[in-house]
């Protein structure tokens, strides 16, 4: 119980600070600091796997009804995403149009 303990604590403290770097500033989302700073400690030893593997397995494991809030969000707002569903489809169509028009041109340009 404790190491399950111990390990929800350094998970949730890593994810708090990144949450708090993002708000003084720094231009990545939290969560994605945090699992920048997460991944750091573990290859520099800071944080040894068996301090979280069982804290962490059990979040792996229940993954699934943490997606459960987003998904009854999306529903509720079926209305309003079904009105505006042209321009995400277009926006979204056009981003991917740039990624791979630009990964073709790099990959196979003369010049790189």
Not at 10 to 35: A, D, Q
Not at 61 to 74: D, E, K, N, Q, S
Request: glycine content about 12%.
């Amino acid at each position: 119980m404790i190491d399950f303990l111990r390990g929800l604590v350094i998970v949730i403290g890593i994810f708090l600070l990144g949450t708090e770097l993002h708000r003084l500033g720094v231009p990545i989302p939290g969560g994605v600091l945090g699992l920048l700073l997460f991944y750091g400690a573990l290859l520099s030893g800071a944080v040894k796997l068996a301090w979280v593997e069982r804290a962490t397995g059990l979040l792996l494991r229940h993954m699934v009804l943490l997606f459960i809030p987003l998904t009854v969000g999306l529903m509720d707002m079926g209305a309003i995403l079904s009105r505006q569903a042209v321009a995400i489809l277009v926006s979204l169509g056009r981003s991917e149009e740039r990624r791979v028009g630009k990964e073709c041109r790099s990959r196979w340009s003369p010049y790189h």
